[in-house]
């Protein structure tokens, strides 16, 4: 028998295991291989996907039972050494299999070993002259060859067929004599490759910082010239430039020969970053990385990034995990929002895996914000963090001026519940009349909120979820916003049979009904939500033709309140500023705080004062008087404060433990029996809440209950959550899931 050397490696399976399992490979192939290649193994009776997670540097003889792997996917490692370490971390912080962090990593077509795009070119050979004879009887080809002389140089096969008016067979043909040639070029399928500046937004290469800028460039600067890791806090008013402070910084880092990650909160604010990066950076290659990119857009992201062919990523949660080489600098702009907080596994917070991997890398990570998270505010109180403040707008720009609205006044006058104020309705005529632009803020979308039988009381309800469904007009369509369950509207009561529904609260739709009706004919109003944005691209379309002026009105969600600059914009309206007020969640001060003093921020931007108005039933409220004066500082101690006395995060972690399943008897008992096992153990620094039905009890047919922990150490609460889990045989129609550093409570 022939007795062969082989190589021991450690592959990290994509298919249900959660720890690295050694295999051999051959010769050649280990040859070929890298920590951080796709190869093809066998697992029971499966063949899966799995990553080379380390090489064992031993070698062994034939025979042996340790399986060998089948076939290499992707020769190029798929991770970059960081990101290998940092899913290790997040697997253990975030209580999560290491599975689902690459998984979450390395996108699905690549895993699936997705090929760049490639067109054929042809080009006539050196010696196609000596070929031609017999041509004469072949004029399709000679066709060709005349074609192909008068271009002089490879053409894609698609446009010589058009323009000869032949077929594939002729260039086959000709391929077989050897006149003419053949080769690929990859197609590179670059996302937002048309986004373009407006006149309006154009990126002035000789603007003039201000003092405060200058001197957070500095900070910055020398950070990145420690070449030591950093987390530094850009605390900057709306409209204070802190865009222009991160570019210069990014400029260093670039001088570096480093590479830059920028994260932005949402997709939709992604367009107007990419475009003002490539503007700015004009010699460097931006790469966007989110998951609403195509596969195709995806793949090709990944190789710029594989072959180190662009420095400069910009994107949503996701791109945290972009395989950049030689990371310098970390940008998390709008760093307070919850959007950044993954809710699906891995549960992860792309602000603060940021820093994490920012300290892997030994780089500096910026995180922007005129609201500033707590968490953050926290960090800096104790030396983890820097500070650099930007308290002033730009070219001395005024911040906006704030009107409270009390709607309870409002609905004095009327005699009923006016959706908006006779103040407001009388601002946006105005703004029509001057030609001037304004933003209608409702962080509700669809037209009407309930369909409510008055004579039975009854209400129309998702059959899967615990909340009311929603009518929307454009459709006629009750539709759940949690599951997407939807229905037609009834035309009577499914309880009592009467005919006399009415439609109860507003949407974003039934906001845009109505200033139509109140303002000129002329005015043009356009609506910004996530239920009319479904078409690719029409939001950045809407954008572009806001900023363009073709739009006077525009009424929007979440999706138009943070990021985003519009220079005639000079009136902002806030239809109902209580809404975040009235969630069960005690971070609704804060996101009340947040969303009041980002919205009002989009008004004033350019050279026309601005005004806000904010509507609301609660006007003495500390979080809208202290948004109504941006005073930051004030609603810190305050909130700060508050959440000491509770010992509420930032002074504590949360840790939410979530029970569901289809039965709501079972979910009821084996959370009563977790409880009390809990009340048997010897809690250290663990702080238990709970149980209770959670507030949205219902989603997807899924009965939720939940357990609040609070701990200062999130790696000492869940060593010893799984060591009492693994006590307790839960029924396998439930599920349980462990949320470190919750957002969402709901």
Request: hydrophobic share 40%; with cysteine; aromatic share 8%.
């Amino acid at each position: 028998m022939v007795v062969t050397e082989k190589k021991l490696i450690e592959v990290q399976p994509l298919g249900g295991f959660d720890q690295p399992l050694t295999y051999s490979t051959e010769e050649d192939q280990f040859k070929k291989i890298q920590v951080g290649s796709l190869v093809q193994i066998p697992l029971g009776k499966r063949k899966v996907i799995g990553i080379v997670w380390s090489f064992e540097g031993k070698s062994f003889k034939e025979p042996t039972l340790i399986r060998k792997i089948l076939a290499i996917i992707q020769q190029a490692p798929v991770l970059t050494a960081d990101l290998m370490k940092l899913a290790s971390w997040i697997s253990n912080y975030y209580s999560c299999s290491i599975e689902s962090c690459i998984e979450a990593m390395i996108p699905a077509s690549i895993r699936e070993g997705m090929k760049p795009k490639s067109r054929r070119l042809i080009y006539l050979a050196a010696n196609y002259q000596e070929l031609l004879v017999g041509l004469k009887k072949a004029p399709a080809q000679t066709r060709v060859v005349s074609f192909l002389k008068k271009e002089n140089r490879p053409t894609f096969i698609s446009k010589v067929l058009e323009s000869t008016k032949t077929t594939s067979a002729t260039i086959n043909s000709l391929l077989q004599k050897g006149v003419i040639s053949e080769k690929k070029e990859i197609v590179e399928r670059v996302a937002y490759e048309d986004e373009f500046l407006d006149s309006a937004e154009q990126v002035d290469q000789s603007i003039k910082l201000t003092d405060e800028q200058n001197i957070a460039v500095e900070e910055i600067c020398r950070d990145l010239d420690t070449y030591k890791f950093k987390t530094r806090l850009l605390s900057g008013v709306t409209g204070s430039g802190k865009t222009e402070v991160y570019f210069e910084a990014m400029q260093q880092a670039l001088n570096q020969k480093g590479s830059v990650l920028f994260l932005v909160p949402e997709v939709a604010l992604a367009p107007q970053t990419v475009s003002r990066l490539r503007a700015r950076f004009d010699s460097e290659k931006v790469v966007v990385w989110h998951s609403h990119l195509s596969a195709g857009e995806r793949v090709d992201a990944w190789r710029s990034l594989i072959n180190q062919e662009a420095k400069i990523v910009v994107g949503a949660r996701s791109a945290i995990f972009a395989p950049l080489q030689h990371l310098r600098l970390i940008i998390v702009d709008e760093e307070h929002e919850s959007s950044y907080k993954q809710e699906d596994t891995p549960r992860y917070h792309a602000r603060d895996v940021a820093v994490v991997r920012a300290k892997m890398t030994s780089a500096v990570c910026v995180l922007g914000s005129a609201t500033p998270s707590l968490e953050s505010i926290n960090n800096v109180e104790k030396g983890k963090y820097g500070l650099s403040r930007l308290s002033k707008r730009v070219d001395n720009r005024e911040l906006p001026l704030v009107h409270l609205v009390d709607m309870r006044r409002e609905a004095d006058k009327t005699k009923n519940l006016p959706i908006l104020s006779q103040q407001l309705v009388e601002a946006l005529r105005d703004r029509i009349a001057n030609r001037e632009q304004s933003i209608l803020f409702l962080n509700r979308r669809g037209f009407n909120t309930t369909m409510l039988c008055p004579d039975c009381g009854h209400v129309e309800q998702c059959k899967d979820c615990s909340i009311a469904l929603t009518y929307h007009r454009t459709d006629g369509y009750l539709r759940c916003h949690l599951c997407g369950f939807r229905k037609p509207a009834p035309k009577s009561c499914n309880e009592c049979k009467s005919f006399d529904l009415k439609k109860k609260g507003h949407g974003t739709q039934r906001i845009e009904d109505l200033v139509a009706s109140l303002l000129p004919k002329r005015a043009q109003i356009r609506r910004v939500d996530a239920d009319i944005m479904t078409k690719k691209n029409l939001f950045r379309e809407t954008l572009s033709d806001f900023r363009k002026g073709k739009i006077d009105v525009l009424v929007g969600t979440q999706m138009i309140a943070k990021g985003l600059d519009f220079p005639k914009v000079t009136l902002v309206g806030v239809v109902d500023a209580d809404l975040p007020l009235r969630m069960e969640d005690f971070r609704a001060s804060e996101r009340a705080f947040q969303m009041l003093v980002q919205v009002s921020g989009r008004a004033g931007r350019g050279n026309r004062a601005g005004e806000v108005f904010i509507q609301t039933y609660a006007p003495h409220s500390p979080s809208i008087q202290f948004a109504r004066k941006c005073d930051l500082k004030g609603f810190l101690e305050e909130e700060l404060e508050m959440r000491k006395e509770f010992n509420y995060p930032p002074y504590r972690h949360l840790i939410r433990h979530l029970f569901r399943g289809r039965s709501e008897a079972k979910v009821e008992y084996y959370t009563s029996e977790w409880a009390k096992l809990l009340e048997k153990q010897n809690l250290q620094d663990l702080t238990v809440k709970g149980p209770a039905p959670a507030p949205l009890e219902k989603i997807k047919g899924f009965y939720r209950y939940h357990f609040f922990y609070f701990t200062s150490s999130v790696s000492t609460a869940l060593k010893q959550l799984k060591e009492i889990r693994a006590q307790f045989p839960l029924d396998p129609e439930l599920h349980d899931i462990l949320d470190v550093d919750a957002q969402q409570i709901s």
